[in-house]
Every structure is written in structure tokens, then in C-alpha cells.
């Protein structure tokens, strides 16, 4: 087992043993004096450490406990996947495999109840195996490296799960049954959900680590257009804090950069069209929610710029307008407002217009400043504030303009390391641009994976710095993509993330939204719009003998066609594939 980077130190384990035997299932480490045991007759969970009947096999972790119909699942980490040290010395793995081991085997349940249970398996599975959940046995992921170099003593007291940042463990809900005892603290793992690369890079003949650390907020989880804007608590849709660390000879640099869904009450709920209206609620607290998030922000990094890049016309005009006056009124002390129309501004190729942008950042990015440690461990400057970016869904524009804020700021991370010279640039030739460009593009399309289904649009001007038709015709492509997958497969999605963080849990007291049938419009309608553009097909394919016949028939079968397409867009919101569990469409309607 190890210690935490020199906090206190709490044990996580990490040679652990896995034991299913009749009547129990238990999870041991080398060197513990206690093990997770479950009873699967009473199904407790306790801590008690006795002598195995069986040999067990290794695995990596425990992700949690998750109660579902027929029996509880214990969730482990069977496999995984070294991505390097985060901090020259803690390893940072991903998870590769995992397995749901149930508690018991309930073969007399009834079927109705062994369809539930697998209903909800197949929306645990889909969220279990998004290719994103890091851990670490010896450094807390769920921080920043400032936020580590800066904690007090009762910090230093805290289990690990409980020192996390609850924004970022995601398994926090699902260790609940396991964390009540004390003595299992070091079986209980964080794991975070997001995008996380450690390259190993040379430049101008020096080497040095290049991190770029991603972290999804749990809050106010969902996919594109299921969750938007922001809830009574100030928690925003898409709300990721990005860690771009930079080390060398002993030296460690760090800048932090986040995004967020535009902090107001709105929606954009899918409804079969291909950009659904953005719908602003007529609420009279838009303005309280605005400040209570910027409060958050304050609080978590210091002074803030908002950078709104939305449209100022068209489906966006209406918000934009809105998040201007609220956000132009400086209603916080250190809370900047900036608008920059990336669409109107870069239109036709003009992404030189990004440099007025920057332009406008550069003299509070020096004064914001970065996180620095010198080789004798000691800190030397600290980050003082963050940009905070948007556009409408917080990914395409927003990860250009990130691109190049961490850009800048690297600039002078490694002016003061000694990798480049003062007034030297990074040069647009070295292999380290490359690097650079491409870990942010994939980073870019990581995030958008995790949000929308599909990788970034305008990846290929991060990662060249030049926008190509090529690109242009990947977005065409990207984007119909997009409009699949949020209409048709993104309610599963949102449900599998709502049972995996704990906004919903399964009751046998009351009856799961998944035992009930869909609406019967979204089963028929379908059906008939397939059968009557088959008939056509059919009566073109083989015509009548007469040509008044024929027009009758097939002038027939368009009008039927057309009628029900009319009725497509009438019950859109019924024919989309809506999340059942949580972020419900009556809920939508109701909000």
C-alpha cells in the first residue's frame, strides 16, 4: 500500500483480493488489518477479517455498491491502465475493465422484475464504460495543485474519500455503504471522470512533463440538450475545470482554466428539429442565480472574467442579450464581463479576429499569474483568478479560445523554468507544438464525448491553428452525428448518469419510472411513417397499369406521408429519446 503526497497518511490499498464464496463476498489487501465483508444472506457490509475458503483474485479497486432491483452489485476495478506520473512520483491509472458482482442470485424473481434489473444494468453499463474514470492510490486527483500545496491540518486528518473535492469524486454516492465504516477507509478509492493526458516532451533540447487534467463537476450532470443553464444552486450544465502542469528539474508550473454553461434558468430541450430554441425562463432571480454561481467561482479561484463567446443573433440572440445586461452590470467585485461574438468575429476565415480577443485578456492573465514551485519545494506564486468560458454548449468555441489562453500562459511557465529564453516563443515548427495542439484537441474531443456523444467541432484549427474545408466537411459530418445521438439515444444516456452519481436510487417502495411503457405515439408514429414511405417505394417500384391509378395511389401515399411528418413535429418531444428517471420531460415543462 501507499501514502498520500505527504499529507497524513491515509492508507488507500492497492494489492487488494476479491472473494466470492457462498454466503459471502469479501475484498482483502496485503497488509490490512480489516476487509470489506458482505453478508449476502443479510446483505450487510461489514469490516470483520477472516480467513478466506477461497483464494480470490486480483483486482485494482472498489468503485462502490449500488442497490438495483433484483440485488445489490458490488462494482470493482478489474483492470487498468497506467497514464503516468502526475507528479513525478504518484502514479495516475484509468479504469480499463470493471465487473458488477451481485450480491445474491435471484433466480425466483419474477420476470417483470428481472427485465427491470436489466434495464437498469444496461444504463449502469453505459455510463461504467465511458473510456474516462481516473484514479490514483497516492495523490488526490480531485484537487488542483494549489489547492494541495495550501491545506491546513484538518485536512490533513481527512480520509481520503473525504478530502476529495465532492464536484469531482464520482463515486462518492456509490462508496456510501462502505464508508460508514471508519476502519474501510483504505478500500475506499476516488475516482474522478474526465480527460487526462502526461506526455513526456522535449523542447529547444530540454526535457520536461506536459499534464493537461480535466475534471467533469458532477452537479448539474447531463448530456446536451437535457441539462442547460444553471439550478437553484448555482450549479451549471458542463462545468469542467481544466489543469494544464508543466514540470521540470524540479520545478512545477500549474494554470487553471473552467467552463460552464451559461449560469441562467434556460433550456434547449430536443425536440426532433435539428437546433432546438433556446427557451430563457421568466424567472425574476436570472440575476440571483448569475451571482450565487460567480459566487462559487469567487470562492474556488479568486477574481474571474467571464468570457461569453455566443451569437448575438438567431436562436442565441434572445440569451446573449440577457447574459450581457446581467453580466455587464458588475454586480460582484472581481468579476470581469467580456462578449466576443466568435461566430460574427471569425466568420469566413478569419480567426486572426481571436488576437483582439486575447488582446483583451493578456494584461489580467499576467496579473491572475500561475501556480509556481521552485526546486527547493518552495511556492513562489500562486494563481489568483481564472477565465471562465462559454459559448452555447460550452465545447467548440470554447475549446479554441481555451487552446490559447493555456498557450500564452505556458509561454511564460516555461520563460521562467528555463526552457526558453526571455521573449522567446514557442516555435510553430517543434514537435512540442505538435504535442501541445493535439493534447488540447484531444482534450477538446474528450470532453465533448462526454457531453454530447460525439468528438469537438473546429478540432482541426486546434490542432494546426488553420481552418480547413476539410474540417469544415468532419463538422458536417460530426454535427449530423450529434443530431442522432441527442435525439435518439441521449435519454439513456442522461439516465445512466443520474443512476451513477445518485440522483436517482432505486426504490421497492415505490415504482420505477423504467417499468413503465413509453408514451404510445413514440412506438406508432414511426411505425407509420416506415410503412407508407415502404408503399411508395413499392407503388414507384411497381406502377399501376394505368397512369390515373398510379397518380391516385402515390399522390395518396405523399399526402399520408406529408400528413404524418406534420405530426413528427407536433410530438417531437415525445418521439426524442427523453431521460426517464431524473431530468424527465414533465419535469422540463414544469420548470
Not at 294 to 308: E, F
Amino acid at each position: 500500500y501507499y501514502i498520500t503526497n505527504n499529507l497524513r497518511m491515509s492508507v488507500l490499498y492497492n494489492e487488494l483480493k476479491l472473494h466470492i464464496s457462498p454466503g459471502s463476498i469479501s475484498v482483502s489487501a496485503q497488509g490490512a488489518q480489516h476487509a470489506i465483508n458482505i453478508n449476502t444472506n443479510t446483505l450487510e457490509v461489514g469490516s470483520s477479517l477472516s480467513s478466506p475458503s477461497t483464494p480470490g483474485r486480483d483486482i485494482c479497486g472498489v468503485f462502490g455498491i449500488i442497490n438495483l432491483p433484483l440485488t445489490p452489485y458490488l462494482i470493482v476495478i478489474t483492470q487498468r491502465t497506467e497514464i503516468g506520473p502526475i507528479d513525478g512520483q504518484s502514479i495516475v491509472w484509468k479504469m480499463a475493465q470493471y465487473e458488477l458482482i451481485p450480491f445474491v442470485e435471484s433466480r425466483n424473481a419474477s420476470e417483470s422484475t428481472k427485465q427491470l434489473n436489466e434495464k437498469y444494468l444496461t444504463l449502469l453499463h453505459k455510463s461504467l464504460s465511458a473510456d474516462s474514470f481516473y484514479f490514483s492510490y497516492t495523490y488526490d486527483l480531485s484537487h488542483t495543485m494549489q489547492r494541495l500545496s495550501n491545506v491546513d491540518d484538518s485536512f490533513k486528518s481527512l480520509t481520503f474519500m473525504e478530502r476529495g473535492d465532492e464536484r469531482f469524486t464520482w463515486n462518492r454516492y456509490l462508496m456510501s455503504q462502505i464508508e460508514i465504516c471508519p476502519e474501510l477507509a483504505g478500500f475506499c478509492l476516488p475516482v474522478v471522470y474526465g480527460v487526462l493526458s502526461i506526455t513526456t516532451c522535449s523542447l529547444m533540447g530540454k526535457t520536461f512533463d506536459f499534464v493537461l487534467f480535466s475534471r467533469r463537476n458532477l452537479n448539474r450532470i447531463g448530456v446536451r440538450y437535457f441539462v442547460r443553464g444553471a439550478d437553484d444552486d448555482g450549479n451549471v450544465a458542463n462545468n469542467v475545470e481544466t489543469e494544464q502542469i508543466v514540470r521540470h528539474n524540479g520545478q512545477v508550473a500549474a494554470h487553471v482554466n473552467t467552463r460552464g454553461s451559461i449560469p441562467l434558468y434556460w433550456s434547449q430541450r430536443s425536440n426532433i428539429t435539428y437546433k432546438p430554441f433556446v427557451k430563457l425562463f421568466n424567472k425574476e432571480n436570472q440575476k440571483d442565480v448569475f451571482v450565487r454561481h460567480m459566487q462559487h467561482q469567487i470562492a474556488l479561484y479568486g477574481k474571474n472574467i467571464c468570457v461569453s463567446l455566443i451569437d448575438d443573433k438567431g436562436k442565441e440572440k434572445e440569451i446573449c442579450q440577457s447574459f450581457n445586461y446581467i453580466g455587464g452590470q458588475g454586480l460582484l467585485p472581481g468579476v470581469k464581463f467580456i462578449h466576443f461574438d466568435f461566430h460574427k468575429e471569425c466568420s469566413k476565415m478569419r480567426w486572426h479576429n481571436l488576437n483582439i480577443l486575447m488582446n483583451k485578456l493578456k494584461d489580467d492573465l499576467d496579473s491572475y499569474s500561475y501556480f509556481f514551485k521552485d526546486n527547493q519545494g518552495q511556492v513562489t506564486s500562486s494563481q489568483s483568478g481564472v477565465v471562465r468560458t462559454n459559448c452555447i454548449d460550452c465545447l467548440d468555441r470554447t475549446n479554441v479560445v481555451q487552446g490559447l489562453i493555456a498557450r500564452y500562459v505556458l509561454t511564460q511557465q516555461l520563460r521562467q523554468m528555463g526552457v526558453l529564453g526571455q521573449g522567446d516563443e514557442i516555435p510553430t515548427s517543434s514537435q512540442f507544438e505538435y504535442v501541445f495542439k493535439n493534447r488540447w484537441a484531444d482534450n477538446g474531443d474528450g470532453i465533448a464525448r462526454q457531453y454530447t456523444g460525439t468528438p469537438a467541432l473546429k478540432s482541426d484549427y486546434t490542432r494546426t491553428g488553420v481552418r480547413t474545408k476539410m474540417g469544415l466537411l468532419q463538422d458536417g459530418y460530426k454535427s449530423m452525428q450529434r443530431y442522432v445521438q441527442n435525439n435518439f439515444l441521449d435519454g439513456a444516456r442522461q439516465d445512466s448518469y443520474d443512476i451513477l452519481v445518485g440522483n436517482h436510487r432505486y426504490s421497492s417502495l415505490e415504482e420505477s419510472p423504467l417499468a413503465k411503457p413509453r408514451h404510445p405515439v413514440a412506438i406508432f408514429l414511426p411505425a407509420a411513417v416506415g410503412i407508407f414511405i415502404a408503399l411508395l417505394i413499392l407503388k414507384l417500384l411497381m406502377p399501376e397499369e394505368t397512369w390515373t391509378s398510379q397518380i391516385s395511389h402515390v399522390g395518396l401515399y405523399i399526402a399520408v406521408i406529408v400528413f404524418l411528418f406534420k405530426q413528427v413535429k407536433v410530438w417531437g418531444d415525445y418521439l426524442v429519446d427523453q431521460p426517464r428517471l431524473y431530468h424527465t420531460l414533465a419535469k422540463a415543462k414544469a420548470e
